[in-house]
């Protein structure tokens, strides 16, 4: 009769090997959810001490930061315990595996609605939908509260149907086809959709910045025909004003279209490893390698970062904390 040890690994095909293996694992992904920790911690603390960060943008941001930064504290919690020596698929950890596991797909699924959200109100604010967005920012509540209902509902759902177990580092579905199907396919469909609302963006952006400079360059040239008259200088004057500021303003815009470009982008980079294993494991049923094993794990705990990095620095938030440090 076989030991639980051996049917746990022929399960859990994430799983280390051996002991030493776990506790490798283990040490690496806690150095990578701390950074995590700090990375959603800088947003969280940018929101709280500056007025210039708290826009309707940066509240739903600030909603991504706090599921990043609880996430990296479980991802802490299971990995101090596999360090300590209570490993976290001992029998007598199973609650504790349960909770860990469920906690792990609510906020995993739940930072992939917070993008979503995040990059559809983006959409439609610079896109010029001017009643949707009215009817968008109204609806600040609502928004707050879907990413929270749908990722605990699907978690529960998955603790009933499916349950959670020891993968490692933490407690997660334990079969590589349910966590491909529950969480990566629809990540991906997310991934693709934000890409497809970035680019439209961006072309239409740079397609309305383009009718402009056409149209300022046809009706507004400061340097033509002579006035004899002080006001009508002035007038055309202020014009040209107006014109170079709305100008700046939307190449502003598309500068800022085209870094959120790179948002889905980064996404792509950072789940292309844990999606690939996921589909060699599922196909295989043969473990990959133990570095590619914990390279996975840490493309995943790393969210955190990766969100900071991405929704959290930026000239705003530098130049704010450069005026308080400094």
Same mark, same amino acid.
Request: proline letters at 3%; charged letters at 15%.
């Given at each position: 009769?076989?030991?639980?040890?051996?049917?746990?690994?022929?399960?859990?095909?994430?799983?280390?090997?051996?002991?030493?293996?776990?506790?490798?694992?283990?040490?690496?992904?806690?150095?990578?959810?701390?950074?995590?920790?700090?990375?959603?911690?800088?947003?969280?603390?940018?929101?709280?001490?500056?007025?210039?960060?708290?826009?309707? %943008?940066?509240?739903? *941001? =600030?909603?991504?930061?706090?599921?990043? $930064?609880?996430?990296?504290? !479980?991802?802490? @919690?299971?990995? #101090?315990?596999?360090?300590?020596?209570?490993?976290?698929?001992?029998?007598?950890?199973?609650?504790?595996?349960?909770?860990?596991?469920?906690?792990?797909?609510?906020?995993?699924?739940?930072?992939?609605?917070?993008?979503?959200?995040?990059?559809?109100?983006?959409?439609?604010?610079?896109?010029?939908?001017?009643?949707?967005?009215?009817?968008?920012?109204?609806?600040?509540?609502?928004?707050?509260?879907?990413?929270?209902?749908?990722?605990?509902?699907?978690?529960?759902?998955?603790?009933?149907?499916?349950?959670?177990?020891?993968?490692?580092?933490?407690?997660?579905?334990?079969?590589?086809?349910?966590?491909?199907?529950?969480?990566?396919?629809?990540?991906?469909?997310?991934?693709?959709?934000?890409?497809?609302?970035?680019? %439209?963006?961006?072309? *239409? =952006?740079?397609?309305?910045?383009?009718? $402009?400079?056409?149209?300022? !360059?046809?009706? @507004?040239?400061? #340097?033509?025909?002579?006035?004899?008259?002080?006001?009508?200088?002035?007038?055309?004057?202020?014009?040209?004003?107006?014109?170079?500021?709305?100008?700046?303003?939307?190449?502003?815009?598309?500068?800022?279209?085209?870094?959120?470009?790179?948002?889905?982008?980064?996404?792509?980079?950072?789940?292309?490893?844990?999606?690939?294993?996921?589909?060699?494991?599922?196909?295989?049923?043969?473990?990959?390698?133990?570095?590619?094993?914990?390279?996975?794990?840490?493309?995943?705990?790393?969210?955190?970062?990766?969100?900071?990095?991405?929704?959290?620095?930026?000239?705003?938030?530098?130049?704010?904390?450069?005026?308080?440090?400094?």
């Amino acid at each position: 009769m076989r030991s639980s040890p051996e049917i746990y690994q022929r399960e859990a095909l994430a799983a280390p090997a051996d002991e030493s293996q776990m506790a490798l694992q283990s040490i690496v992904i806690l150095i990578v959810s701390v950074l995590s920790v700090l990375g959603a911690g800088w947003i969280i603390l940018s929101f709280i001490c500056f007025k210039a960060l708290r826009s309707f %943008r940066h509240q739903l *941001i =600030l909603g991504l930061a706090l599921s990043d $930064f609880l996430m990296a504290l !479980n991802f802490l @919690s299971s990995t #101090a315990m596999n360090i300590s020596g209570k490993e976290i698929g001992a029998r007598e950890q199973k609650t504790f595996c349960s909770f860990n596991g469920f906690t792990t797909q609510v906020f995993v699924i739940q930072t992939d609605y917070w993008v979503l959200t995040i990059a559809m109100c983006t959409y439609v604010i610079l896109a010029g939908h001017k009643s949707l967005s009215s009817w968008v920012q109204d609806q600040r509540i609502l928004l707050s509260c879907l990413p929270w209902a749908l990722s605990l509902l699907w978690a529960g759902i998955g603790l009933k149907l499916a349950g959670y177990g020891d993968i490692g580092a933490w407690c997660w579905f334990t079969s590589d086809k349910v966590r491909l199907l529950a969480n990566f396919v629809p990540r991906w469909v997310i991934i693709i959709i934000i890409l497809a609302m970035y680019a %439209r963006l961006y072309w *239409i =952006l740079r397609k309305s910045h383009k009718s $402009f400079i056409s149209l300022g !360059n046809s009706t @507004s040239d400061p #340097a033509s025909g002579h006035r004899t008259t002080q006001g009508p200088m002035r007038s055309n004057h202020d014009a040209w004003r107006y014109y170079e500021s709305d100008a700046a303003g939307r190449r502003k815009l598309q500068r800022i279209a085209k870094l959120m470009l790179m948002y889905p982008i980064v996404y792509m980079i950072v789940w292309t490893l844990p999606t690939a294993i996921r589909i060699y494991q599922t196909i295989t049923h043969t473990p990959s390698p133990f570095a590619l094993q914990t390279l996975d794990k840490a493309c995943i705990v790393s969210q955190g970062l990766v969100d900071a990095v991405i929704y959290g620095i930026n000239e705003v938030s530098l130049s704010q904390w450069r005026e308080l440090v400094f």
